[in-house]
T-cell receptor
């Protein structure tokens, strides 16, 4: 049972435009959500997170939106840059971060120059 | 940000040999570390939770006798793949928690011939 789902395996966007990566979850106990960026043969790099008490968190070009009623979150990257091309993983956990993360399957973002 | 160091970054070994992977938190103490495995084009799957000074907690389907975890200090956890076989070839990633965020090592690509 996949508790965190990223239904789009890939996304292609033009440089300068907005990239929107989506993530859905099924476990209502999740209360903390994170986005990681990963290059091939490297470990994931933390990007941005959001607690379930918020519906938006912004950090520079990255904004994460959380819709608890829909059990949906999204990552917006504006403006997109070629260096943003990577695989993005959505992750979630419960118990205020004391547990391990549950990851989605990832979305490969390609930003075209 | 917090730094997690993982070594080696890649290893090739013969079937039947054992391989040890080290994970160190460099600027913080981690009572809990997590070991993940990622097969090509798949998500990161949690293998086990490593607890300092006590036995590791393994996820369902992960053989504890095959994947030995030792967490002898607050900054070091090791994963030993015993009697490795070609099906154990994968990308192994450790992570450690600093407050509510998880930081990841750079990963170890294991290839078993």
């Amino acid at each position: 049972d996949q508790q965190v789902k990223q239904n789009s395996p890939s996304l292609s966007v033009q440089e300068g435009r907005i990239s929107i990566l989506n993530c859905d979850y099924t476990n209502s106990m999740f209360d903390y959500f994170l986005w990681y960026k990963k290059y091939p043969a490297e470990g994931p790099t933390f990007l941005i997170s959001i607690s379930s008490i918020k519906d938006k968190n912004e950090d520079g070009r990255f904004t994460v939106f959380l819709n608890k009623s829909a059990k949906h979150l999204s990552l917006h990257i504006v403006p997109s840059q070629p260096g943003d091309s990577a695989v993005y993983f959505c992750a979630a956990n419960s118990d205020t971060g004391r547990r391990a993360l549950t990851f989605g399957s990832g979305t490969r973002l390609q930003v075209q120059p | 940000g917090a730094v997690v160091s993982q070594h080696p970054s890649w290893v090739i070994c013969k079937s039947g040999t054992s391989v040890k992977i080290e994970c160190r938190s460099l600027d913080f103490q981690a009572t809990t570390m997590f070991w993940y495995r990622q097969f090509p084009k798949q998500s990161l799957m949690l293998m086990a939770t490593s607890n300092e000074g006590s036995k590791a907690t393994y996820e369902q389907g992960v053989e504890k006798d095959k994947f030995l975890i030792n967490h002898a200090s607050l900054t070091l956890s090791t994963l030993t793949v015993t009697s490795a076989h070609p099906e154990d070839s994968s990308f192994y990633i450790c992570s450690a928690r600093d407050r509510e965020k998880l930081f990841f090592g750079s990963g170890t690509q294991l290839s078993v011939l």
